[in-house]
């Protein structure tokens, strides 16, 4: 049934499956209530046993090309997820075109940045996607301006601005006020002693053998970093670890509660 | 236009929008809004072209149309289940879509937790059985089994004392407990230092590489001809 | 001598000031002391080029970053991509965080590759992006059957007619995996490809500076034998490589930046102590 169509039968295969898409949607609003909640239970529970069973199922095969009967559904399944996310970005676009299309329209106060914003937008769609279908150079020209001159740009530069209120931070908050805050501020001040070169001179008169090394600033960053950083991490890791795994149990069974989960449907 | 032409008004468009964005520095501007709604809109281009160009093209459009599945016409009712969050009558069906995505995300975490957290589990366990190989590898000058051993430990005893300050499941009373939260506590102060040392660092770089483009790319190559 | 209250805007023009110098004039340092997670880094690709079981495999060099994070990864990409060149290491870039990391990679390696005489499709490929959504299962997918997995590379051929993929068919044929990335995403080659095949898969990271901290556990426990940390990260692999390039540059304004931290950091606390010391006289 589903093989590969061409010509003229892959249309007429199309408007079939889009015959049957209208239905089997008209047939779901049909749902009645108490049954909703089941259907969304089954569908998660579902989804979830698919990667559990495959984990979880003994592999069989020769060595490094083991698998088992789910292990060839793997990539599909996936491919069908990652096109199903894809679409669900429309959400985002309806949300923050809405949102300055009206101020456009109104004629709000800072109406003239929303129509930038949409603007560049739509610069943006028509120059990268147009690069993929049109040859002609305006396009390249277009894509190289919106994507290489400004884009990146702004980008490095809203990343990079922070640097600035760091410095103002380190001056204005940073403050010695209790034994945590001066821990802190002294394990700052090994660290970004140690990673530096100009930090590092200070103490590059001391042998980089033997057991005077360990007083070496690098070295000593070197060891809160591996040794005090390492299983603080950690400790946290395996924190969200469980508490992420026990969560996911929680979403897999359809347990959890809230607002979200047990709203009237 | 030519390829150098190209080049140097990509050059002008970098320098205006990295010292218009830089100009909220000195106070909230005209010219700061314009080029942060600039980017906004911008980026959210990109996320919409790219959404295209590298997976719904290739993984959908490409196997429908040219491939000839024509199933793949069923994720355009599946997907239109996202956008039934608008009705008030049927946004229960969003919840359908997005359940397949909460259990898909929560079937794959057994697997994510195995590879991920067990060699962590071995090596904090090993850690208290004297794991000495590292007496032998760089960076660790000068230590004898003994300071090796002795790292080891305090190894151990930092991640069981911050995991304890972690521990909410029971009131933290008596002597020993509090001790060992607070020594967590003190150990978790070090390693956010360190994140702060980091996070100055990383930051720094960033600033480098945006001055460097004005410096070098700008004035030094494109207006003093230098290389 | 009363420590004034200075202005934000001082500040800034000040670091301004601190980081532009070095990169306008010549400022003598110092050259920077190789850490372990570096000096591992090295010896990591050093021994896998060398060892008669892994020196033919696939390096997978994994592009995870956009233009935000340039200044570190970009660096970082350039130095490990000479190393692997010069070991004359087959590799193939890949990119699954954002698309932009397909393209800064894949212009990278082009301009490296031309540089070396490396010849696209015969000793080296650019597998291209893949989207995030689907990249559990894609690696899963991949630890058995590389060329069906992946499918096509950048241009739209398919893996399977390109000479260089002829003999790199599942996770066993990839020797090393090196991540450069402005997130955590070195994780998923752990979870899910790293230990899938019959022998563990040495794996290097190339986090931003910020990112490190977090990746520091997973030197102590195996998952990764060696790590560049950041731009300064970049700069000790250029000073190993004797190949000096944009983050040696960009040393000396790292230096004298931190120093500025640390000096406003001193200033503050100095300033608070005054004032509570006045605050003290004029209680008594």
């Not at chain 2, 991920?116 to 007496?135: G, H, I, N, Q």
Request: proline share 4%; glycine share 8%; aromatic share 12%.
């Amino acid at each position: 049934m589903f093989q590969a169509q061409h010509g003229a039968a892959l249309y007429t295969h199309l408007a079939g499956a889009a015959v049957v898409s209208v239905i089997l949607f008209f047939a779901l609003t049909l749902v009645p209530t108490k049954l909703r909640r089941p259907l969304i239970m089954g569908v998660t529970f579902a989804a979830g046993l698919f990667y559990a069973l495959e984990f979880f199922w003994p592999v069989s095969g020769p060595e490094g090309d083991q698998k088992n009967f789910l292990t060839a559904y793997i990539k599909p399944f996936s491919d069908i997820t990652t096109v199903l996310q894809s679409f669900a970005l429309g959400l985002g676009v309806y949300s923050l075109v809405s949102i300055h299309m009206r101020k456009i329209a109104r004629s709000q106060s800072g109406w003239a940045y929303s129509l930038v914003l949409v603007v560049c937008m739509v610069v943006m769609v028509i120059a990268h996607i147009g690069k993929e279908y049109i040859k002609a150079p305006w396009v390249h020209q277009l894509n190289e301006f919106a994507y290489s001159g400004l884009m990146k740009s702004l980008d490095a530069t809203m990343f990079s601005i922070i640097a600035f209120y760091i410095v103002s931070a380190a001056y204005r908050a940073f403050r010695i006020r209790s034994t945590e805050a001066t821990i802190l501020l002294v394990s700052a001040a090994i660290i970004m002693l140690g990673q530096v070169a100009i930090g590092q001179a200070i103490t590059n008169g001391i042998p980089n053998e033997g057991l005077t090394a360990n007083l070496r600033v690098e070295n000593l960053a070197n060891w809160i970093l591996k040794k005090v950083n390492s299983p603080a991490i950690m400790a946290i890791d395996f924190g969200l670890g469980v508490g992420g795994l026990a969560t996911a149990l929680r979403l897999w069974l359809s347990l959890e509660r809230g607002s979200y989960f047990e709203e009237e449907l | 236009m030519k390829e150098e032409t190209v080049k140097l008004i990509v050059i002008l468009l970098g320098v205006a929008s990295t010292l218009g964005i830089y100009s909220i520095l000195y106070k909230e501007n005209k010219v700061f809004r314009f080029f942060e709604h600039m980017y906004l809109g911008l980026a959210a281009g990109y996320s919409i072209s790219a959404a295209w160009n590298d997976i719904l093209r290739p993984q959908w459009w490409t196997l429908m149309m040219i491939e000839g599945r024509w199933w793949m016409l069923f994720a355009i009712p599946a997907a239109m289940m996202f956008y039934m969050i608008y009705s008030k009558q049927n946004s229960w069906m969003s919840r359908l879509i997005f359940g397949l995505f909460l259990g898909a995300t929560a079937g794959q975490t057994f697997q994510s937790f195995a590879a991920d957290y067990f060699p962590k589990f071995r090596t904090a366990a090993s850690k208290a059985v004297m794991d000495l190989p590292e007496v032998s590898q760089p960076g660790a000058y000068g230590l004898t089994p003994f300071s090796a051993a002795l790292n080891n430990v305090l190894f151990m005893v930092i991640l069981a004392s911050v995991m304890t300050y972690f521990f909410f499941s029971f009131e933290q009373k008596g002597k020993v407990i509090p001790t060992v939260s607070k020594f967590g506590r003190y150990t978790l102060m070090v390693a956010f230092g360190a994140l702060f040392g980091s996070t100055i660092m990383a930051r720094m770089s960033l600033l480098i590489g945006r001055m460097y483009f004005l410096i070098h790319d700008f004035v030094q190559v494109q207006l003093l001809h230098m290389q | 001598m009363r420590i004034p209250q200075l202005d934000r805007r001082v500040l800034y023009m000040m670091l301004a000031v601190v980081v532009a110098i070095p990169l306008l004039v010549n400022v003598p340092l110092p050259p920077p002391a190789i850490t372990p997670p570096t000096r591992s880094f090295y010896e990591t690709i050093e021994t896998v080029s060398a060892d008669p079981k892994t020196k033919d495999k696939l390096v997978i060099v994994s592009c995870n970053f956009g233009s935000g994070t340039l200044a570190e990864n970009l660096s970082q990409l350039e130095a490990t991509l000479n190393h692997i060149v010069s070991k004359k290491m087959k590799f193939a870039i890949f990119a699954f965080n954002d698309p932009q990391g397909r393209d800064l990679g894949g212009s990278t390696a082009q301009r490296i590759a031309d540089k070396a005489g490396y010849k696209y499709g015969e000793d080296w490929v650019n597998w291209g992006f893949r989207p995030p959504q689907g990249i559990q299962s894609l690696l899963k997918a991949m630890v058995n059957d590389l060329h069906g997995a992946l499918g096509t590379d950048v241009k739209g051929t398919k893996l399977s007619t390109i000479p260089v993929m002829a003999s790199y068919k599942k996770a066993d044929d990839v020797g090393l995996i090196i991540e450069f990335a402005a997130a955590d995403t070195v994780r998923y080659w752990i979870q899910f490809f790293q230990r899938a095949g019959t022998a563990p898969i040495a794996t290097l990271f190339c986090p931003t500076s910020v990112m490190a901290n977090e990746a520091y556990p997973m030197l102590e426990t195996g998952q990764l034998q060696g790590m560049l940390v950041g731009l300064k990260g970049a700069n000790e692999f250029e000073t190993v490589m004797k190949q000096p390039g944009f983050a040696t540059r960009a040393s000396a304004s790292l230096s004298y930046s931190h120093l500025l931290i640390i000096f406003l950091i001193v200033l503050g606390n100095v300033g608070m102590i005054q004032d509570r010391k006045r605050q003290q006289g004029a209680t008594k």
